[in-house]
Antibody
Framework: EVQVVESGGGLVQPGGSLRLSCAAS????????MNWVRQAPGKGLEWVSY????????YYVDSVKGRFTISRDNAKNSLYLQMNSLRAEDTAVYYC??????????????WGQGTLVTVSS | QSVLTQPPSVSAAPGQKVTISCSGS????????VSWYQQLPGTAPKLLIY???KRPSGIPDRFSGSKSGTSATLGITGLQTGDEADYYC???????????FGGGTKLTVL
């Protein structure tokens, strides 16, 4: 069974840092691109970042460029999101989602349950 | 502000059909595949339609997708109370090199 499970969320002060993790199982992780998608409380979905299977292609939404870094460890079947210089507007549930095909921007076929990041003093 | 435009809400009676529109531009819907997601209250999104009109395994054929030019449409027939959810369209935007979602449409089954 395909599973992706996020962890690492919590309460952090503005300007602080947090590292999210996503543990994948039930599929050959190294064959798939992965994404982070977030959802602010009561708001819609916002795609945050994509990384391809070999970490050679990475994209970010403009609002996080220079502050967030996506990475992966295929040996550990894990995806990460390093979030620095956090702002109140980064408060959201962060989902890890798999891309079923090699190219960025295809659909997201498996999603985790999400981890909540709250940026507040 | 979303790059894709959806109506905030739609409603219909049980057993009826509803359509949800998703409008974009040549840099996104016009030249890329569209996918649709269902988000039931308090849960993670679920893929309903990919590549404009394909259904993943396990998604009933009551759900359908289509695309024409710079717009896409999700159709749901035989509405059930369990279909009450938020629905999102998504596609790649080649100009932004980013994926965009619509703002979401809340479906109410009266």
């Amino acid at each position: 069974e395909v599973q992706v499970v996020e962890s690492g969320g919590g309460l952090v002060q503005p300007g602080g840092s947090l590292r999210l993790s996503c543990a994948a199982s039930g599929f050959t992780f190294s064959n798939y691109g992965m994404n982070w998608v977030r959802q602010a409380p009561g708001k819609g979905l916002e795609w945050v970042s994509y990384i391809n299977s070999g970490s050679s292609t990475i994209y970010y939404v403009d609002s996080v460029k220079g502050r967030f870094t996506i990475s992966r460890d295929n040996a550990k079947n894990s995806l990460y999101l390093q979030m620095n210089s956090l702002r109140a507007e980064d408060t959201a549930v962060y989902y890890c989602a798999r891309s079923p095909r090699a190219a960025a921007g295809t659909s997201f076929d498996y999603w985790g349950q999400g981890t909540l990041v709250t940026v507040s003093s | 502000q979303s790059v894709l435009t959806q109506p905030p809400s739609v409603s219909a009676a049980p057993g009826q059909k509803v359509t949800i529109s998703c409008s974009g531009s040549s840099s996104n819907i016009g030249n890329n595949y569209v996918s649709w997601y269902q988000q039931l209250p308090g849960t993670a999104p679920k893929l309903l339609i990919y590549d404009n009109n394909k259904r993943p395994s396990g998604i009933p054929d009551r759900f359908s997708g289509s695309k024409s030019g710079t717009s896409a449409t999700l159709g749901i027939t035989g509405l059930q109370t369990g279909d009450e959810a938020d629905y999102y369209c998504g596609t790649w935007d080649s100009s932004l090199s980013a994926l965009g979602f619509g703002g979401g449409t809340k479906l109410t089954v009266l």
